[in-house]
């Protein structure tokens, strides 16, 4: 069997059951889904598995996250993997954009939104050939354009398609008696979670709840200008208030 490359349209020669392609002429890594010719590539691992773990231990130091999380939290298990993805540029009135669809069924949160620098693809390469943190595509590559059709995309939109392992490293993490699993995009450290402890809103809500009370209270009974001075003072014990909880909380 022969295709015709998505680069330059030479011929290739499809060896039944083998996973490396390459174009002859232009040196393209090509994959081929039951329905179509599509480009192959890896996106590089900028950051090692200590990397991760230091961008992880400051997003559970930050403002979203539960207080002392970055200490309390026990990893229990990391893993690393190149997850595939359908990666779409599509030509919408004149713009060029991309459009990511997940080529596995397990859900990572974001992927969708993923920002991938164009520059730090490298076609897959013989070497790629049986790593076993490749997660090998399982959604068809139709269906992920009938996901694009949802999002407003047209198959005649799509101007180039490609596969692309991404690498993840997902950290399993305890925290109290409840399991979570963090994500870090291996190419730019971000913090992809649906799921973590986080800040518990209820003493911020009775902080605001209170003060909306006695404001209400002080413009019901007093007079100008003796409310202004009340509603300054009760303005100071209410930022007071919002501080105590922000340090404990
Ligand atoms: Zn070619």
Not at 18 to 35: Q, R, V
Not at 242 to 249: H, N, S
Request: charged share 20%; proline share 6%; net charge negative.
């Amino acid at each position: 069997m022969d295709i015709k490359c998505p680069q330059c349209g030479g011929d290739v020669k499809v060896i039944e059951g083998e996973t490396f392609l390459t174009c002859g002429y232009c040196s393209s890594a090509i994959y081929i889904d039951k329905s179509k010719v599509v480009f192959h590539y890896m996106l590089k691992a900028t950051i090692d598995e200590a990397g991760a773990g230091a961008s992880l231990r400051r997003w559970m130091a930050g403002s979203s996250t539960v207080k002392g999380l970055e200490n309390e939290a026990k990893t229990t298990k990391t893993e690393f993997i190149y997850f595939p993805i359908w990666y779409f540029k599509i030509k919408q009135a004149d713009k060029e954009l991309i459009k990511i669809q997940p080529a596995s069924p397990s859900p990572i949160p974001g992927i969708k939104s993923l920002d991938i620098p164009a520059g730090d693809f490298r076609f897959y390469g013989p070497a790629d050939v049986g790593n076993p943190s490749i997660k090998e595509p399982s959604v068809l590559y139709n269906s992920a354009l009938e996901w694009l059709k949802n999002e407003g995309v047209d198959a005649t939109d799509v101007i180039q398609s490609s596969l692309v392992h991404v690498p993840l490293y997902v950290f399993h993490y305890n925290y109290g008696d409840s399991p979570y699993t963090a994500i870090i995009d291996g190419s730019s450290g971000k913090i992809m979670a649906a799921e973590f402890p986080s800040k518990q809103e209820l003493p911020y809500l009775f902080v605001g709840i209170g003060a909306a009370i006695i404001f209400f209270l002080e413009g019901m009974l007093m007079e100008f200008p003796q409310v202004l001075v009340a509603y300054l003072i009760t303005a100071f014990f209410v930022v007071i208030a919002a501080v105590y909880v922000a340090e404990k909380v």
